[in-house]
């Protein structure tokens, strides 16, 4: 069903060629709006690196992005939000060349990025209440809170996981033992692996046997027991009367004596100011979260026969980690603030090798919660959240963001359907950002976003205060939407469009623009 209900087939089919022409974002007659052609500036280290690279093979870097598409890219990247209208006006009449950089820093002080980057890390460590995880709706609010505030407050990555890998308490009162609760079973190899995947990167089902055994030793004096509160563990480390003998993931043994917490003697190895291990892998995670793929493809299948597209960057950027103090916002500047993750998703090159090698910034489909919060967001609407299992129940106040939700036991048929991950196993992997035809059946054809576009109150206000302003109309429609304005011949379709009916029509509009690939797409 259409917006306005089945019509007679001529403004049906009329309909649906404007629906085409929005979607397909080509406009070969006007000036592109998705790259500008002024001279390349503000070259850093990742640039270094990676212009050589594609120099010794032969691929011909993409042009740069125009303002409009660097706003909305970089709002989605660290915030997981678009910019809204009034902003994108703002920064695309800017003058200023500092522009860019300034917007980039505002970005990484905002709560807003400290709550997209709190979603990605309870994929990793399976913030979740129910099966098969079970850590119960209390906890699953303390530990989200804490990771939360460990992001707001800027924690150094090393005190961070520090706390992850060697406190013990309560997992109500010390919220990072739910790390050791967040796993598919307690015994030290299942600890061990879900260590080895979050922190290095590596899937220790890959190791040899004695590594892999000697690696669990450092897990096999975890204890928990219950209390009188409900549902409430003590995490504890279980002293021994015999000293134990583990093995580091470099295949480096070592005999810890019987008093002594094995945890603490892996997190010193971890942490070591020499040891590259952990700093490689979480430079290459934030790499594949801005990049859409990491030096290291997949990023949580580091090994030997694995090896970075560009190793001295990878090391590079590890060494600035550790430099800047374990600071990861450091590390979001040099990638974001480089001429690499501001180029054109238009590629001067084979597709496929320039994709692979970062000579063009990869299109890929917004995240479910992020879309969800979009349509929410242009539309005025809301989503609803709830949970009546297990007790207490879980209510979520309806003006939360999606990406907000701290249990990944609470969902919704849109976020199961777009690939929400159902943080089983902390692997990247387990979000599915591909497109199918179900998805796109729901966008043009549901109650769901019909109902959103019908019943919008900030839409017909739109249409109300400009309506004897169509120029003006369809220019706030595509700042909203698309967060750009449109092109000459864009405009001219919209007008012709909207002229029998602007208050129907603008709901057309509006339904087509959120069915584009440039909506539904980074870019």
């Known amino acids: ?78 915030t997981g939000a678009m910019p809204e209208a009034e902003e994108v006006r703002r920064f695309l009449e800017n003058p200023r060349q500092d522009k860019r950089v300034t917007l980039i820093n505002r970005l990484l002080a905002e709560s807003a990025y400290a709550d997209y980057r709190t979603l990605k890390w309870c994929d990793l460590l399976r913030v979740k209440a129910e ?78 046997a004695d590594r892999r055994e000697g690696f669990a030793a450092f897990f096999s004096r975890i204890g928990y027991k219950d209390t009188a509160e409900w549902k409430e563990e003590i995490v504890y480390f279980k002293p021994s009367e015999t000293p134990l003998t583990a093995m580091f993931p470099d295949g480096k043994r070592v005999t810890i004596p019987a ?47 694995n090896p970075a597209v560009y ?45 692979a090698k970062f000579a063009c910034y990869p299109v890929r489909r917004l995240e479910a919660e992020t879309l969800i919060d979009a349509l929410c967001r242009i539309t005025g609407t809301r989503e609803s959240y709830s949970s009546p299992i297990p007790e207490p129940f879980t209510f979520i106040p309806e003006d939360q963001r999606s990406i907000e939700l701290a249990d990944g036991s609470i969902s919704s048929s849109f976020l199961e359907l777009f690939g929400r991950p159902p943080r089983d196993t902390g692997l990247e992997s387990e979000r599915n950002n591909a ?24 839409l017909r206000a739109l249409v109300t205060a400009q309506r004897n302003n169509r120029p003006a109309l369809i220019d706030s429609f595509y700042l909203m939407i698309l967060s750009r304005y449109p092109t000459q011949k864009e405009r001219e379709t919209a007008m012709a469009y909207l002229k029998s009916d602007p208050m129907a029509g603008s709901q057309d509009l509006a339904w087509a623009l959120v069915n584009s690939k440039e909506f539904l797409y980074r870019h």
């Open 259 to 305: 008093d002594q917490d094995p945890r603490e003697v892996f997190a010193g190895w971890l942490l070591a100011a020499d040891n590259p291990r952990l700093s490689r892998a979480i430079v290459n995670r934030v790499w594949s979260w801005l990049m859409g793929r990491g030096l290291i493809h997949e990023p949580d299948d580091i090994r030997s026969d």
């Open 311 to 355: 190793p001295e960057l990878l090391d590079t950027l590890a060494g600035e980690l550790v430099k800047a103090k374990y600071d990861i916002n450091h590390i979001y500047g040099l990638i974001l603030k480089s001429r690499t993750y501001q180029q054109s998703s238009i590629p001067r090159s084979d597709p496929a090798r320039a994709e």
């Open 435 to 458: 497109t199918t035809e179900t998805q796109r059946m729901h966008l043009l054809n549901s109650s769901h976003i019909q109902n959103k576009i019908q019943n919008s109150w900030k």
């Open 131 to 208: 099966f098969p995880i079970n850590l119960w709706p209390n906890t699953v609010q303390a530990y989200h809170r804490w990771i939360y505030d460990a992001m707001k407050d800027k924690m150094p990555y090393d005190q961070f996981v520090r706390q992850l890998l060697t406190s013990s308490g309560s997992n109500f009162r010390t919220p990072p033992v739910n790390f050791y609760r967040a796993v598919q079973g307690r015994e030290p190899a299942a600890i061990a692996s879900a260590v080895a995947l979050t922190f290095l990167g590596e899937r220790m089902d890959q190791w040899p």
């Open 1 to 78: 069903m259409i917006i306005r209900g089945y019509r007679d087939s001529l403004l049906f089919v009329g309909f649906l060629c404007v629906c085409c022409l929005f979607a397909s974002g080509a406009d070969s007659s006007s000036t592109n709006p998705f790259e500008i052609s002024s001279p390349d500036t503000g070259f850093n280290v990742v640039d270094k690196f990676v212009l050589s690279g594609l120099q010794k093979e032969q691929i011909r870097p993409a042009g740069l992005c125009s303002d409009a598409v660097f706003l909305r890219r970089v709002y989605l990247d660290v």
